[in-house]
T-cell receptor
Framework: AQKITQTQPGMFVQEKEAVTLDCTYD???????LFWYKQPSSGEMIFLIY??????QNATEGRYSLNFQKARKSANLVISASQLGDSAMYFC?????????????FGIGTKLQVIP | GAVVSQHPSRVICKSGTSVKIECRSL??????MFWYRQFPKQSLMLMAT?????????EQGVEKDKFLINHASLTLSTLTVTSAHPEDSSFYIC???????????????FGPGTRLTVL
């Protein structure tokens, strides 16, 4: 079974609007971490936001927030007030088990295009 | 900060030659670094986990004799693609994790990647 599922291959959003990128995950480990990364056309992977499985509150970082619904095993990324520079590939990822020693599994990504 | 650099950013080489890619954590110590490979329009595929002072752990299907990894210090890991062939052409990207007990130790920070083209 897929560990990380991103069902939206591509998304469009109008500049200044909010957009939600979907991510569902599959794990039986009670301790895990969820990440979102942005990959612009230059190729580098930019860390956006992290949510630990035991975190009580949804993570937020500036315009990025993670809508963590543990029972549904979803970790959607919400980008508010989209900017043209947000156009990129977005990857959801999961680390299973405590600590950082376990490897991180990536989803296939969602291509976001912001329209002026 | 959490800056990770990679060198070179692009390399073109002839088939049969070896290519070394460096990954450095510039402003933090990284006990563990990771090497990924990414094909066009695909996700990242973990190749190996590199731990400072010990042998790397390779993922299933990755040839350890072909992709040599050395993690000699807390800020440097190298990936050497030996006897490169055209099918090794890809985007190679490394990441580094803060050493514990840093609160940032759970997050991997990525380098800018290296695009390898083997002719």
């Amino acid at each position: 079974a897929q560990k990380i599922t991103q069902t939206q291959p591509g998304m469009f959003v109008q500049e200044k609007e909010a957009v939600t990128l979907d991510c569902t995950y599959d794990t039986s480990d009670p301790s895990y971490g969820l990440f979102w990364y942005k990959q612009p056309s230059s190729g580098e992977m930019i860390f956006l936001i992290y949510q630990g499985s035991y975190d009580q509150q949804n993570a937020t970082e500036g315009r990025y927030s993670l809508n963590f619904q543990k029972a549904r095993k979803s970790a959607n990324l919400v980008i508010s007030a989209s900017q043209l520079g947000d156009s990129a590939m977005y990857f959801c990822a999961m680390r299973e088990g405590p600590g950082g020693y376990q490897k991180v599994t990536f989803g296939i990504g969602t291509k976001l295009q912001v329209i002026p | 900060g959490a800056v990770v650099s990679q060198h070179p950013s692009r390399v073109i080489c002839k088939s049969g030659t070896s290519v070394k890619i460096e990954c450095r954590s510039l402003d933090f110590q990284a006990t563990t670094m990771f090497w990924y490979r990414q094909f066009p329009k695909q996700s990242l595929m973990l190749m190996a986990t590199s731990n400072e002072g010990s042998k790397a752990t390779y993922e299933q299907g990755v040839e350890k004799d072909k992709f040599l990894i050395n993690h000699a210090s807390l800020t440097l890991s190298t990936l050497t693609v030996t006897s490169a062939h055209p099918e090794d052409s890809s985007f190679y990207i490394c990441s580094a994790r803060f050493s514990y007990p840093s609160v940032r130790a759970d997050t991997q920070y990525f380098g800018p990647g290296t695009r390898l083209t083997v002719l």
